[in-house]
């Protein structure tokens, strides 16, 4: 009911900068929470980064905090995340998530969203 695609991958240098974005459609009416994950080879999905419906409420892993901004324009049916002095420990792919229904904080924890995008490589050179 509810599809995501992410765009805004692809490689930097180590200290570079890019904007991730995320376009949900389908039955998006709903109050939801949204957020972004990643997986790197070799290790689990993990999370990046999240954000309340209304954007009162938002989240970061610790290894981004300071780097990464997360955001969403409720009207444009969009989630962004920009990420600043990228490094190689952030080479991986980007997932978009959302969770059905009203919530009024941002989630953290894989498992309670509903909706995945397909993922966007992103590819942080030294």
């Known amino acids: 009911q509810v599809q995501l695609v992410e765009s805004g991958g692809g490689l930097v240098q180590a200290g570079g900068s890019l904007r991730l974005s995320c376009v949900a459609s389908g039955r998006t009416a709903s109050m939801y929470a949204m957020g972004w994950f990643r997986q790197a080879p070799g290790k689990e999905r993990e999370f990046v980064a999240a954000?309340?419906?209304?954007?009162?409420?938002?989240d970061y892993a610790d290894s981004v905090k300071g780097r990464f901004t997360i955001s969403r324009d409720n009207a444009k049916n969009t989630l962004y995340m920009e990420m600043n002095s990228l490094n190689a420990e952030d080479t991986a792919t980007y997932y978009c998530?959302?969770?059905?229904?009203?919530?009024?904080?941002?989630?953290?924890?894989?498992?309670?969203?509903?909706?995945w995008g397909q993922g966007t490589q992103v590819t942080v050179s030294s």
């Open positions: 998530a959302a969770k059905r229904g009203r919530t009024f904080v941002a989630v953290t924890t894989l498992r309670d969203y509903d909706y």
């Open positions: 954000i309340s419906w209304s954007g009162s409420s938002i």
